[in-house]
């Protein structure tokens, strides 16, 4: 399975549920299964234990749990880490357990699928020490577009890199960067200091349209139960996940550029004017066979 890391829209998914579950009540028992997920030393996991939530809250990808005595619990998901909900006493299914946390409601637990392990919890005390996990990112949801504006390009960078940057803008990952792109018609390669104010207006009204949707979206399907399905592709995305697929919008095959664990994919017809773009290990293979147009391909 293929997966990814949460981004903003299910991050808001996962902190709803918790607000609903765990806001007001106290740690009864905090339990490390791998002693490793936590990342700091001071203060101790066991100071959580009767200790009140008092407040949740995004931090970038991250999730924070705040509670009484300025604790704050930080929940770093990564790829493969994900949130899971369990009755009192209820066990977990599928990947082991990183950690447990149990409320008077039911038992939060983190798990990681497969050996890496990335996922991290930090216990830190008071404002000051939260700050050191704040990338600086701009949060996009309903920020004016003079302020998106001058973050954007503030650095000379693709689109698809701009967005995805944690220090230019905030929550914004691989998926839902396609998905932007995608509604903006506009090219992952696109520098982001050669864009004209109305491409960049379109690409601001992209990212509040796209994202509001998914929350929206996510909300429905979690029903008010907890979100178990925070997948690395969805049902309904445009083109994240959907390579050789139909675009929705026009019909042309899905493209895809591959580089490290990552791809990013991308309509060229939509998107760039029915041009390919250079896929880093096939154009290689390919060198002067590699299609240029979606007609030569």
């Known amino acids: ?31 490390l299964v791998n002693p490793f997920v936590l990342r700091s030393v001071e203060p101790p996991a066991e100071a959580l234990v009767g200790r009140h939530v008092t407040g949740l809250r995004r931090m970038g990808k991250r999730i924070v749990i705040g509670t009484e005595d300025d604790l704050f619990l930080v929940i ?19 990947p082991t357990p990183l950690a447990r946390f149990e409320f008077p409601a039911g038992v939060l637990v983190l798990t990681e699928a497969g050996k890496q392990r990335r996922a991290s919890l930090h216990l830190v005390r008071g404002e000051g020490a939260l700050a050191q996990f704040d990338r600086g990112g701009l949060e996009v949801m309903g920020v004016p577009l003079r302020d998106f504006a ?14 995805t940057d944690p220090r230019l803008f905030s929550g914004i990952g691989n998926a839902y960067s396609d998905e932007i792109l995608h509604r903006a018609r506009l090219s992952p390669l696109q ?33 008010g139960g907890f979100p178990e399905k925070v997948t690395a592709f969805r ?26 664990a990552n791809e990013t994919n991308y309509c060229a017809r939509c998107q760039t004017g029915g041009r390919l773009l250079a896929d880093r290990a096939m154009s290689r293979l390919l060198k002067q066979d590699w299609p240029r147009t979606l007609g030569e391909g």
Not at 195 to 218: C, F, K, P
Not at 251 to 257: F, L
């Open 76 to 94: 770093h998901l990564m790829i493969a880490g994900r949130l899971r909900w369990r009755p009192p006493g209820g066990k977990t299914a599928g």
């Open 235 to 260: 049902e309904g995305m445009a083109v994240h996940g959907r390579f050789g697929e139909p675009c929705p919008v026009c019909g042309a095959p899905v493209q895809r550029i591959r580089y490290a």
């Open 150 to 163: 001058e973050r954007l390009r503030s650095e000379n960078h693709t689109l698809k890199r701009s967005l």
């Open 191 to 223: 520098l982001s200091v050669k864009m004209s104010d109305e491409q960049v207006a379109g690409l601001h009204a992209a990212v509040q349209e796209v994202m509001r949707e998914w929350i929206e979206r996510l909300r429905a399907e979690a029903a």
């Open 1 to 31: 399975m293929i997966r990814r890391m949460p981004e903003l829209p299910d991050i808001t998914a996962y902190l709803e549920a918790l607000e609903a579950r765990i806001l007001g009540t106290p740690f009864l028992a905090v339990r």
